[in-house]
């Protein structure tokens, strides 16, 4: 089974191998990956970070030696801007805010390969960042349209969202919301909550299939036909578009 890292700016993986089987998830360049079987140009692949699995077009990856995969495993970087340019074969190549920058070297080279290196003049974190800094981090989504299985400013579904924002910010979640809703302490009460602390809501099976960011004054910055800012209360989120309540909650987490 090979090591694999991506080398493309967003690359969506899908349920089947073919481009128009349901995309699961997305890959962002850098991110690391294994891949696990193959399908003529198609790759099944387990994602490192999160252990997704589904299939990507082989040519968005590009294998690495053992080696080299355990040392970009060991330090990571992100990108924090929306939108930004690296520079490759002294062209232009776009990456968004989630891009993984492993081992920079002293002169901003990040070398996928020999034939692969990147110059990299953008805004990083390597850090873990207080709750007030995550708030930054999930504000830069603001706008950005609904995608299912989304994980970039392109478009972005509603876990997608969460797990970007604090994995940015220095902290692993899971990919679904219904299984983010299994990490972190318990709230009882609204009253209880942090900004930065995560909502989840519920549909009429009672199954999670919902998540948001909570922010002052009883508000949620979630992903709902775009990232958006609604009200929360103990009923669930009241849409002001709309001017009524779209989503049932279900439970609070605090993760840090």
């Given at each position: 089974m090979n090591k694999s890292v991506v080398q493309v700016s967003v690359a969506p993986v899908r349920k089947e191998p073919s481009d128009a089987a349901e995309m699961v998830t997305q890959l962002l360049f850098g991110e690391l990956c294994e891949v696990l079987d193959t399908n003529k140009q198609w790759n099944k692949i387990k994602v490192e970070y999160d252990n997704y699995e589904g299939w990507v077009d082989s040519k968005q990856i590009l294998n690495l030696e053992l080696d080299k995969f355990s040392l970009f495993s060991q330090k990571t970087s992100y990108i924090i801007e929306p939108f930004n340019l690296l520079i490759y074969k002294n062209q232009p190549f776009p990456v968004t805010i989630g891009a993984e920058i492993h081992h920079?070297?002293?002169?901003?080279?990040?070398?996928l390969s020999p034939n692969h290196k990147f110059i990299v003049e953008e805004s990083?974190?390597?850090q873990k960042l207080d709750k007030n800094k995550l708030l930054e981090i999930a504000f830069k989504y603001i706008n950005t349209p609904y995608l299912w299985g989304g994980k970039s400013p392109y478009g972005?579904?509603?876990?997608?969202?969460?797990?970007?924002?604090?994995?940015?910010?220095?902290?692993?979640?899971?990919?679904?919301?219904?299984?983010?809703?299994?990490?972190?302490?318990?709230?009882?009460?609204?009253?209880?909550?942090?900004?930065?602390?995560?909502?989840?809501?519920?549909?009429?099976?009672?199954?999670i299939v919902h998540v948001g960011i909570i922010l002052p004054n009883q508000k949620i910055l979630h992903a709902h036909g775009r990232v958006r800012i609604d009200s929360l209360d103990y009923t669930g989120i009241f849409n002001l578009d709309l001017n009524r309540y779209?989503?049932?909650?279900?439970?609070?987490?605090r993760i840090i």
């Open positions: 920079l070297s002293e002169n901003n080279i990040f070398e990083l974190n390597n972005i579904d509603c876990s997608g969202l969460t797990q970007m924002v604090y994995k940015i910010a220095g902290y692993q979640l899971p990919r679904d919301a219904y299984q983010q809703a299994e990490v972190g302490q318990v709230l009882s009460f609204i009253e209880e909550a942090e900004p930065g602390d995560l909502a989840f809501f519920e549909n009429e099976e009672g199954k779209t989503h049932q909650l279900r439970l609070m987490r």
